[in-house]
């Protein structure tokens, strides 16, 4: 990361920063913070890191060095941290009044038994934050990879777990923007940027790539982006992986977003995936329908109290535009009328599903097409244990990789 780089970085979290400070929710800004929209300072002189290296008895890490030659500490690193240290106030967080820190995660170690213990770790330290919602910031000047950069560190008391480990003071230093894009959301060059790479990646999806949409779709996720982590969600569901992106994280919505429980997405695609989730769900734990009747909407609780296990009928669903469910209802009509069927198969218990059963779907899926601009899968096909039986990890990707609706 050379200086230039920094400081285009800094200078558009500066803006973004500003723009989305909200005076009545918000801690002031600092002086002259709004006026000159930027959260750093004036830069170190190579006098100024040459005594700061001096004192701590170490050569800096160069993203660290270039940082700080683009601004002598920082403002509101993150929503967590407020206050990174400049050149005079860099220390050894055993020498720091902070230290606490390390008797703290001493006796309490959240690391696996192969990796070397947090307290450790802490202990030889170099503490980048002064200020910060219980939360710090450091480096592990033992731990420096082969460009001389030392690994970074990002620790919460209230997180529920250890430090997390970042290879770069640069690496921690972009996924406290991240955060902070997650949390506020603010307007500007970047959301806009993501928001077309958004829809990049759901037309690529929808002309069957795969691997490169999800990539784009799981940074963007990362932003806040909730359209991306719709997308992702569908895409992954018919890889058979439901638990990186759950159910529960994109049909639980915040009042400002309950129009989209009147979308035909959710009403046609995704309900019926909360009803089926509820009637195969354990005994234990929380299922999507009871975060649902549990959420602070009333709206969205209105949706999950009219279920009613007892009527929910996975035969008598509708799965999509008019050619794709009439060629579904075909396949399940016909498989409900075979008296061989259900047979359950000797080593599984489960049902013995006809061998012409899959190339079926696979030539129905030809005539699917997306309910709205958010749909690139068929995951209601999932709410039907059968169709989800047939379907697969590697027939959910053969589906995934055929060109799909407006892109066939």
Not at 126 to 142: C, H, K, N, T, Y
Request: one cysteine or more; a negative charge; proline letters at 7%.
């Amino acid at each position: 990361m050379t200086r230039e780089q920094w400081k285009q970085f800094l200078k558009r979290w500066s803006e973004e920063w500003v723009d989305a400070h909200d005076p009545e929710r918000d801690t002031p800004l600092a002086a002259g913070v709004a006026q000159e929209r930027w959260l750093g300072f004036a830069p170190a002189g190579a006098e100024e890191i040459a005594a700061a290296e001096a004192r701590l008895g170490r050569t800096l890490p160069p993203s660290l060095r270039e940082f700080l030659l683009t601004t002598d500490g920082w403002r509101d690193a993150g929503a967590f941290i407020y206050r990174l240290a400049g050149t005079s106030e860099l220390a050894w967080l055993a020498d720091a009044d902070d230290s606490g820190w390390i008797a703290a995660y001493s006796d309490t170690e959240f690391c696996e038994d192969d990796e070397e213990p947090e307290g450790e770790i802490i202990a030889r330290s170099l503490r980048l934050s002064l200020d910060g919602d219980a939360a710090v910031m450091f480096l592990d000047p033992e731990d420096v990879d082969e460009r001389g950069e030392w690994a970074a560190y990002w620790l919460a008391s209230w997180s529920g777990s250890g430090p997390e480990r970042f290879g770069s003071f640069y690496d921690l230093m972009y996924d406290q923007y991240v955060s902070f894009h997650a949390l506020r959301r603010p307007a500007g060059a970047t959301r806009d940027h993501w928001d077309a790479e958004v829809e990049k990646a759901r037309l690529a999806a929808l002309g069957g790539a795969v691997e490169a949409p999800l990539a784009v779709l799981e940074e963007a996720s990362r932003f806040g982006n909730d359209r991306a982590r719709l997308l992702r969600f569908q895409m992954l569901a018919l890889l058979g992986d439901t638990r990186t992106v759950p159910l529960d994280r994109v049909v639980v919505v915040d009042e400002e977003r309950v129009d989209f429980l009147r979308a035909p997405l959710f009403t046609r695609e995704l309900l019926p995936l909360v009803h089926a989730e509820e009637q195969q769900a354990p005994l234990w734990g929380t299922t999507t329908l009871q975060r649902l009747k549990g959420c602070g909407s009333e709206e969205v609780r209105a949706v999950a109290l009219d279920f009613d296990p007892d009527v929910f009928d996975p035969n008598a669903l509708t799965y999509g535009n008019p050619e794709f469910d009439a060629a579904v209802h075909r396949i399940l009509d016909r498989l409900d009328a075979d008296p061989d069927f259900p047979r359950p198969q000797e080593e599984t218990g489960r049902p013995r599903l006809p061998e012409s059963l899959w190339p079926e779907l696979r030539a129905a899926v030809e005539l699917w097409r997306p309910v709205d601009e958010d749909h690139v899968a068929p995951v209601v096909l999932l709410a039907h244990p059968v169709l989800a039986e047939l379907i697969a990890e590697e027939r959910g990707r053969e589906i995934l990789s055929m060109r799909r609706g407006p892109e066939r």
